[in-house]
């Protein structure tokens, strides 16, 4: 590490860092990447990662690193609030079958006769024709 390098951002999102990693290959800016181990007791700040990826570039580079981030960032977080609303959204649609279901199964429920107490039938166990003397 020169000197002269500058933090741009750190993170512990593998994707997010390969995405800003090949937008700053794309634009030619030169970084480096550097992995610093997480002690136990700050991981919990990290969401349980054990190492933080920090991503310096050359301190005349940084304003068109400064850009390419923020544009990642906005798009980056666009691309994240779409997928978040299309989760809520199939999970909305699932919850919505399963109620439905629920409701079909509860239907068909109340259409089953229930044959255990039948109070229409007024058998006492012998019928009026029987003749018990005719054996």
């Not at 994707?15 to 970084?31: E, G, M, P, T």
């Not at 005349?60 to 906005?74: G, H, R, T, V």
């Not at 980056?76 to 399963?98: N, V």
Request: aromatic share 10%.
């Amino acid at each position: 590490m020169d000197s002269n390098d500058i933090e741009l951002f750190s993170t512990v999102d593998f994707k997010a860092k390969d995405k800003v990693v090949s937008a700053l290959v794309r634009h030619r800016v030169s970084y480096l990447e550097r992995w610093e181990k997480i002690p136990i007791f700050k991981r919990r700040e990290f969401g349980g990662a054990k190492e933080l990826c920090v991503i310096y570039v050359n301190g005349n580079q940084y304003k068109k690193a400064k850009k390419i981030l923020d544009e990642f960032s906005a798009a980056y977080a666009d691309e994240r609030k779409e997928k978040r609303r299309k989760r809520k959204a199939e999970m909305a649609a699932k919850a919505e079958e399963e109620r439905l279901a629920a409701e079909e199964e509860d239907i068909e429920e109340e259409n089953i006769p229930d044959i255990s107490s039948n109070k229409n039938d007024d058998f006492d166990g012998f019928y009026a024709d029987d003749d018990i003397d005719t054996f």
